[in-house]
C-alpha cells in the first residue's frame, strides 16, 4: 500500500515562505500521480499542484501559479511542495496525494486515492 507522511508545516508571517515535504513510499504500478491540496474549515479540498511520476511533468493551480512550486526528488520517493510570498489565505491544512490520475483532471481531488494525514500550515 502507499503511505505518505507530509511534513515542513509551521507559521510564517505573509510574504514568508514554507517548504513542504511529502515521504513517500509503497508505489504501486496504478500511481502515476502525485499531488498537493489543501483544506479549510470553509472551503472543500483544492488542488494546488500535480507532478506526473514517470516523466516530471507539473501542473499548478491559477490561485498559486508563480508563488508555489511542486517537485519530486530523482528517487521519487520525497515529494515538495515550495511556497513563496505566502499570504493569511494560504492558511490552510495542507495534503499530499497519490492515485491513478486521468491527465486531464489532475487537480481534481476526487482523482487521488491514497492520501497523508496533512500539515498545518498558517499564515499571518
Known amino acids: 500500500d502507499v503511505q505518505l507522511v507530509e511534513s515542513g508545516g509551521g507559521s510564517v508571517q505573509a510574504g514568508g515562505s514554507l517548504r513542504l515535504s511529502c515521504a513517500v513510499a509503497?508505489?504501486?504500478?496504478?500511481?502515476?500521480?502525485l499531488g498537493w491540496f489543501r483544506r479549510t474549515d470553509e472551503q472543500e479540498r483544492e488542488g494546488l499542484a500535480a507532478i506526473v511520476i514517470r516523466d516530471g511533468r507539473t501542473y499548478t493551480a491559477d490561485s498559486v501559479q508563480g508563488r508555489f512550486t511542486i517537485s519530486q526528488s530523482n528517487s521519487r520517493n520525497t515529494l515538495t511542495l515550495e511556497m513563496n510570498n505566502l499570504k493569511p489565505d494560504d492558511s490552510a491544512m495542507y495534503y499530499c496525494?497519490?492515485?491513478?490520475?486521468?491527465?486531464?483532471?489532475?487537480?481534481?481531488?476526487?482523482?487521488?486515492?491514497?492520501w497523508g494525514q496533512g500539515t498545518q500550515v498558517t499564515v499571518s
Open positions: 496525494a497519490s492515485g491513478p490520475v486521468s491527465r486531464w483532471l489532475l487537480l481534481r481531488p476526487e482523482q487521488y486515492n491514497h
Open positions: 509503497g508505489y504501486t504500478s496504478r500511481s502515476n500521480c
